[in-house]
């Protein structure tokens, strides 16, 4: 049997970067459930083929110009994620763009 090469630096940094998507992914689906807030048919939809892309092909975008090289997730994939999270938190969505309102 013979022993396994070392990964190179970059194989284990993107290696790591799927670990950590793919766990960012279960623990947005947990604490939506635990806090017992139903994710919409989309977002749920989102997490799994998310997870899926992920597992498959090592990220979940097929443009390298949408996401940073190693990453496995795009700028927009993450901030959906985020979103989610925030959403199972039960915390108020953020303001993307335009004023705030006039406090009155």
Same mark, same amino acid.
């Given at each position: 049997?013979?022993?396994?090469?070392?990964?190179?630096?970059?194989?284990?940094?993107?290696?790591?970067?799927?670990?950590?998507?793919?766990?960012?992914?279960?623990?947005?689906?947990?604490?939506?459930?635990?806090? +017992?807030?139903? /994710? =919409?048919?989309?977002? !749920?939809?989102? $997490?799994?083929?998310?997870?899926?892309?992920? *597992?498959?092909?090592?990220?979940?975008?097929?443009?390298?110009?949408?996401?940073?090289? +190693?990453?496995? /997730? =795009?700028?927009?994939? !993450?901030?959906? $994620?985020?979103?989610?999270?925030?959403?199972? *938190?039960?915390?108020?969505?953020?303001?993307?763009?335009?004023?705030?309102?006039?406090?009155?």
């Amino acid at each position: 049997m013979k022993p396994k090469r070392p990964l190179s630096p970059f194989e284990a940094q993107r290696q790591a970067a799927q670990r950590a998507a793919l766990n960012a992914l279960k623990r947005a689906r947990r604490s939506a459930e635990k806090a +017992g807030v139903s /994710l =919409s048919e989309w977002e !749920g939809e989102f $997490l799994d083929s998310v997870g899926d892309r992920i *597992k498959t092909y090592g990220r979940a975008f097929g443009d390298p110009e949408k996401g940073a090289p +190693g990453q496995a /997730l =795009s700028s927009m994939q !993450g901030r959906k $994620l985020k979103e989610i999270t925030a959403k199972a *938190k039960g915390e108020e969505p953020k303001r993307r763009w335009g004023r705030k309102p006039k406090a009155e």
